[in-house]
Protein backbone atom coordinates (compact mmCIF):
# COMPACT_ATOMS: atom_id res chain seq x y z
CA UNK A 1 0.00 0.00 0.00
CA UNK A 2 1.31 3.38 -0.81
CA UNK A 3 -0.81 5.12 1.66
CA UNK A 4 -1.51 8.87 0.42
CA UNK A 5 0.61 9.70 -2.57
CA UNK A 6 1.15 13.11 -3.74
CA UNK A 7 2.47 15.31 -6.98
CA UNK A 8 4.36 16.73 -8.14
CA UNK A 9 6.97 17.39 -5.03
CA UNK A 10 7.85 20.53 -5.72
CA UNK A 11 6.82 23.18 -8.47
CA UNK A 12 7.59 26.44 -8.65
CA UNK A 13 4.87 29.24 -10.22
CA UNK A 14 5.14 32.79 -11.26
CA UNK A 15 2.39 34.92 -10.54
CA UNK A 16 -1.12 34.34 -12.01
CA UNK A 17 0.24 31.00 -13.40
CA UNK A 18 -2.13 28.26 -12.22
CA UNK A 19 -1.84 24.62 -11.41
CA UNK A 20 -3.29 21.33 -9.91
CA UNK A 21 -2.12 19.67 -7.25
CA UNK A 22 -2.88 15.98 -6.92
CA UNK A 23 -3.60 14.02 -4.18
CA UNK A 24 -4.13 9.72 -4.09
CA UNK A 25 -4.88 7.22 -1.49
CA UNK A 26 -5.06 3.66 -1.68
CA UNK A 27 -6.78 3.20 2.06
CA UNK A 28 -10.60 3.23 0.69
CA UNK A 29 -11.05 5.98 2.96
CA UNK A 30 -13.93 7.91 3.15
CA UNK A 31 -12.56 11.83 3.76
CA UNK A 32 -10.16 13.52 2.40
CA UNK A 33 -8.37 16.77 3.16
CA UNK A 34 -6.48 19.53 1.71
CA UNK A 35 -4.42 21.28 4.11
CA UNK A 36 -1.30 24.20 4.32
CA UNK A 37 1.48 24.78 6.34
CA UNK A 38 3.15 27.64 6.97
CA UNK A 39 6.04 28.40 9.10
CA UNK A 40 4.74 29.12 12.80
CA UNK A 41 1.08 28.48 11.87
CA UNK A 42 0.70 24.64 12.02
CA UNK A 43 -1.87 23.23 9.55
CA UNK A 44 -4.58 25.03 8.35
CA UNK A 45 -7.38 22.87 6.49
CA UNK A 46 -8.42 24.39 3.12
CA UNK A 47 -11.12 22.52 1.96
CA UNK A 48 -12.33 18.58 2.59
CA UNK A 49 -14.29 16.16 1.18
CA UNK A 50 -15.91 14.06 4.23
CA UNK A 51 -17.58 11.64 1.24
CA UNK A 52 -17.50 11.05 -2.28
CA UNK A 53 -19.60 13.57 -3.95
CA UNK A 54 -19.47 16.15 -1.52
CA UNK A 55 -16.60 19.11 -1.16
CA UNK A 56 -16.52 21.97 1.91
CA UNK A 57 -14.20 24.74 2.35
CA UNK A 58 -12.18 24.64 5.39
CA UNK A 59 -10.29 27.87 7.02
CA UNK A 60 -8.50 29.31 3.96
CA UNK A 61 -10.40 28.51 1.20
CA UNK A 62 -9.98 31.86 -1.09
CA UNK A 63 -7.73 31.73 -4.18
CA UNK A 64 -8.44 27.50 -4.10
CA UNK A 65 -11.00 25.05 -5.76
CA UNK A 66 -11.17 20.93 -5.29
CA UNK A 67 -12.59 18.32 -6.97
CA UNK A 68 -13.01 15.00 -5.43
CA UNK A 69 -12.81 12.99 -8.46
CA UNK A 70 -13.72 9.60 -7.26
CA UNK A 71 -13.36 7.85 -3.53
CA UNK A 72 -9.34 7.60 -4.81
CA UNK A 73 -8.68 11.16 -5.46
CA UNK A 74 -8.88 14.36 -4.44
CA UNK A 75 -7.21 17.75 -6.38
CA UNK A 76 -6.80 21.12 -5.04
CA UNK A 77 -6.13 23.72 -8.04
CA UNK A 78 -5.24 27.46 -7.66
CA UNK A 79 -6.62 29.25 -10.86
CA UNK A 80 -4.40 32.63 -10.21
CA UNK A 81 -1.28 31.99 -8.06
CA UNK A 82 0.03 34.83 -6.10
CA UNK A 83 2.76 34.99 -3.56
CA UNK A 84 0.86 34.38 -0.75
CA UNK A 85 0.42 30.92 -1.44
CA UNK A 86 3.91 29.81 -1.13
CA UNK A 87 3.48 27.18 2.05
CA UNK A 88 3.93 23.43 1.74
CA UNK A 89 0.58 21.60 0.94
CA UNK A 90 -0.29 18.38 2.34
CA UNK A 91 -3.22 15.96 1.29
CA UNK A 92 -4.90 13.25 4.14
CA UNK A 93 -7.27 10.76 4.43
CA UNK A 94 -9.49 9.51 6.89
CA UNK A 95 -12.20 6.89 7.27
CA UNK A 96 -14.47 9.17 9.25
CA UNK A 97 -17.00 7.15 9.12
CA UNK A 98 -15.84 4.19 11.22
CA UNK A 99 -16.72 5.82 14.15
CA UNK A 100 -16.24 8.99 16.37
CA UNK A 101 -12.10 8.97 16.07
CA UNK A 102 -10.71 9.32 12.92
CA UNK A 103 -6.82 9.01 12.79
CA UNK A 104 -5.60 11.22 9.35
CA UNK A 105 -2.71 10.05 7.00
CA UNK A 106 -0.81 12.02 5.35
CA UNK A 107 0.70 12.56 2.07
CA UNK A 108 4.42 13.18 1.57
CA UNK A 109 3.27 17.43 0.66
CA UNK A 110 3.87 19.51 -1.87
CA UNK A 111 5.92 22.22 -1.55
CA UNK A 112 5.21 25.39 -3.63
CA UNK A 113 6.75 28.95 -4.49
CA UNK A 114 5.02 31.07 -6.30
CA UNK A 115 7.58 34.20 -7.59
CA UNK B 1 -14.65 27.79 16.28
CA UNK B 2 -11.70 26.05 17.69
CA UNK B 3 -8.52 27.96 19.18
CA UNK B 4 -5.65 25.48 20.77
CA UNK B 5 -2.61 26.86 23.01
CA UNK B 6 0.86 24.70 23.05
CA UNK B 7 4.38 26.05 23.57
CA UNK B 8 6.57 26.51 20.35
CA UNK B 9 9.54 25.21 21.76
CA UNK B 10 10.98 23.10 24.19
CA UNK B 11 14.69 21.60 24.52
CA UNK B 12 15.76 18.92 26.82
CA UNK B 13 19.22 16.44 27.16
CA UNK B 14 18.56 12.75 25.81
CA UNK B 15 17.07 10.46 28.26
CA UNK B 16 15.37 13.23 29.94
CA UNK B 17 11.51 13.72 30.18
CA UNK B 18 9.43 16.60 28.04
CA UNK B 19 5.81 17.43 28.84
CA UNK B 20 4.33 19.63 25.91
CA UNK B 21 0.85 21.14 27.10
CA UNK B 22 -2.18 21.86 24.99
CA UNK B 23 -5.08 24.25 25.85
CA UNK B 24 -8.26 24.12 24.00
CA UNK B 25 -11.55 26.63 23.61
CA UNK B 26 -13.74 25.03 21.36
CA UNK B 27 -17.79 25.01 20.38
CA UNK B 28 -18.35 21.24 21.18
CA UNK B 29 -15.67 18.70 22.05
CA UNK B 30 -14.84 15.02 20.03
CA UNK B 31 -11.39 14.23 21.43
CA UNK B 32 -8.10 15.42 21.48
CA UNK B 33 -5.79 13.84 18.83
CA UNK B 34 -1.20 14.58 18.94
CA UNK B 35 0.69 14.58 15.62
CA UNK B 36 4.36 14.33 15.23
CA UNK B 37 6.02 15.82 12.36
CA UNK B 38 9.90 15.66 11.39
CA UNK B 39 11.44 18.21 9.76
CA UNK B 40 10.26 18.39 6.20
CA UNK B 41 8.34 15.14 6.37
CA UNK B 42 4.80 14.35 6.80
CA UNK B 43 2.57 15.07 10.07
CA UNK B 44 1.93 10.87 11.74
CA UNK B 45 -0.53 10.37 14.46
CA UNK B 46 0.79 9.31 17.74
CA UNK B 47 -2.09 9.43 20.16
CA UNK B 48 -5.82 9.78 20.87
CA UNK B 49 -8.13 10.48 23.60
CA UNK B 50 -11.56 10.74 24.05
CA UNK B 51 -12.51 9.90 27.36
CA UNK B 52 -10.42 12.10 30.27
CA UNK B 53 -7.19 10.29 31.61
CA UNK B 54 -4.08 8.97 30.52
CA UNK B 55 -3.07 6.58 27.18
CA UNK B 56 0.10 4.63 27.22
CA UNK B 57 1.89 4.14 24.19
CA UNK B 58 5.47 3.21 24.68
CA UNK B 59 7.70 5.96 25.20
CA UNK B 60 4.86 7.85 25.17
CA UNK B 61 1.79 9.34 27.36
CA UNK B 62 -1.17 11.75 26.71
CA UNK B 63 -3.40 13.30 28.93
CA UNK B 64 -6.87 14.89 29.17
CA UNK B 65 -8.64 16.45 31.00
CA UNK B 66 -12.03 17.49 29.32
CA UNK B 67 -13.30 20.13 32.81
CA UNK B 68 -9.97 21.67 32.22
CA UNK B 69 -10.35 22.11 28.66
CA UNK B 70 -6.23 20.80 28.78
CA UNK B 71 -4.60 17.94 27.54
CA UNK B 72 -0.51 16.97 27.60
CA UNK B 73 1.81 14.76 25.63
CA UNK B 74 4.90 13.24 28.07
CA UNK B 75 8.10 12.56 26.18
CA UNK B 76 9.78 10.09 28.09
CA UNK B 77 13.80 8.30 27.87
CA UNK B 78 13.98 10.97 25.31
CA UNK B 79 15.73 10.15 21.91
CA UNK B 80 17.79 12.13 19.10
CA UNK B 81 15.27 10.84 16.98
CA UNK B 82 12.55 12.33 18.85
CA UNK B 83 13.50 16.01 17.60
CA UNK B 84 10.52 16.90 15.63
CA UNK B 85 7.49 19.34 16.22
CA UNK B 86 4.57 17.99 17.85
CA UNK B 87 0.91 19.30 17.28
CA UNK B 88 -2.20 18.68 19.28
CA UNK B 89 -5.31 18.70 17.38
CA UNK B 90 -9.41 18.44 18.13
CA UNK B 91 -12.73 18.02 15.85
CA UNK B 92 -15.83 18.87 17.19
CA UNK B 93 -19.04 16.89 16.98
CA UNK B 94 -20.76 17.29 13.67
CA UNK B 95 -17.39 18.36 12.17
CA UNK B 96 -15.36 16.97 10.01
CA UNK B 97 -12.54 19.17 10.14
CA UNK B 98 -9.44 19.13 12.47
CA UNK B 99 -8.37 21.96 13.77
CA UNK B 100 -4.49 21.73 14.89
CA UNK B 101 -2.50 24.02 17.38
CA UNK B 102 0.29 26.16 15.49
CA UNK B 103 3.03 23.12 17.20
CA UNK B 104 5.51 22.73 19.41
CA UNK B 105 9.60 22.18 18.45
CA UNK B 106 11.42 19.65 20.85
CA UNK B 107 14.78 19.58 20.24
CA UNK B 108 17.01 16.49 21.68
CA UNK B 109 20.72 17.38 22.82
CA UNK B 110 23.31 14.89 23.20
Known amino acids: NAGVTQTPKFQVLKTGQSMTLQCAQD?????MYWYRQDPGMGLRLIYYSASEGTTDKGEVPNGYNVSRLNKREFSLRLESAAPSQTSVYFCASSDLLAGVFDEQFFGPGTRLTVL | GQSLEQPSEVTAVEGAIVQINCTYQ??????LSWYQQHDGGAPTFLSYNGLDGLEETGRFSSFLSRSDSYGYLLLQELQMKDSASYFC???????????FGAGTTVTVRA
Open chain 2, 89 to 99: AVRSPNDYKLS
Open chain 2, 26 to 31: TSGFYG
Open chain 1, 27 to 31: MNHNS
